[in-house]
């Protein structure tokens, strides 16, 4: 499917831009963020698919950006940090942080790549491939800090998940959820929790969001809210209802429709999700999709503690 979408990058603050991304999939758009900040140090949060990877580079140089102190990597799934190879190579002196689990799969790609083809199937191939990183780019979050950016070890939406802190902003890929904006001061928000998806460590992770007492919480999809701490709240509040309800419910149904009745529970019982059918009709298919994924990931927590 050819969808070509150019985004227009978002002046959110002085030192800060979101350039959204959209990967040529029906329903992506306004989905993917990529984030330039632009305070006592010029980074690069996440990069987007390679197939963002010319929107990505256009939208830097629209932006005037000659030099980047780090690129900083909140995951490696490739809707994040598919780009990389891409933007190392526009930006080659620029040290690339990210989990030291993830350091391998950057050199050697392969695996991730038949991985994430093996999970997604079409939508990875309009993802596009990863290119490999030289190791000597790579360094590992655990041990990078400065004064004015702190990682924070996030495990949840993957084992590899990494969150950022400025002073003014926390930069929380997936471990906030997944928000979008709706007019009237409303919005829509549900977890991100695929596979191999553990809920103690989830609720963790939040939590030490919540003890660095952010300001602004910068989404990986989509946008920003200016109460970090009280978003990151009512996520956690809304990652133990879903454990709640979906222990409830999850044996009502036959196997072959326990995530599809799990799904249509959730819509109707999630107050954070009360909005979803102010969607469009394309990013209603989107979310469905994701949504299920993230029911098959909870079902799968839920079914190994017996």
């Not at 809707?79 to 350091?103: L, N, Y």
Request: aromatic fraction near 8%; charge should be neutral.
């Amino acid at each position: 499917m050819d969808i070509k979408v150019k985004a227009k990058i978002e002046h959110i603050a002085d030192d800060l831009f979101l350039i959204p991304l959209t990967p040529p999939i029906k329903g992506f758009k306004d989905f993917i963020s990529a984030w330039l900040y632009r305070g006592s140090a010029t980074c690069l949060i996440d990069v987007g698919p390679a197939a963002c990877a010319p929107d990505l580079l256009r939208a830097l140089r629209e932006l005037k950006v000659r030099q980047l102190d780090a690129i900083l990597l909140t995951h490696i799934h490739l809707d994040h940090a598919g780009a990389i190879g891409e933007i190392a190579e526009a930006f080659p002196r620029t040290p690339i942080i990210c989990h030291q689990a993830a350091i391998s799969h950057l050199v050697e790609p392969s695996r991730l790549w038949e991985g994430t083809k093996k999970v997604l199937g079409s939508m990875a191939l309009s993802y596009g491939p990863i290119k490999p990183v030289s190791k000597n780019r790579l360094q590992a979050a655990d041990r990078f800090q400065t004064e004015s950016i702190m990682p924070i070890i996030t495990p949840g939406h993957a084992a590899h998940h990494v969150s950022y802190q400025t002073e003014k902003y926390l930069f929380a890929g997936e471990t906030g959820g997944i928000f979008i904006s709706l007019p009237k001061d409303q919005f829509y928000l549900r977890p991100a929790t695929p596979p191999k998806f553990f809920l103690g460590k989830a609720l963790k992770s939040v939590d030490a969001l919540i003890a660095c007492r952010p300001q602004t919480i910068c989404y990986g999809h989509f946008g920003v809210h200016p109460d970090a701490i009280e978003m990151l709240h009512i996520h956690r509040r809304q990652l133990q209802f879903w454990e709640q309800l979906l222990r409830e419910i999850a044996n009502r149904f036959a196997q072959a429709d326990r995530v599809s009745g799990c799904l249509e529970q959730l819509l109707q019982e999630d107050k954070l999700m009360a909005t979803f059918d102010q969607l469009p009709p394309d990013i209603q298919a989107r979310e469905k999709y994701f949504l299920q994924n993230s029911i098959t990931g909870y079902l799968g927590f839920i079914d190994s503690e017996g």
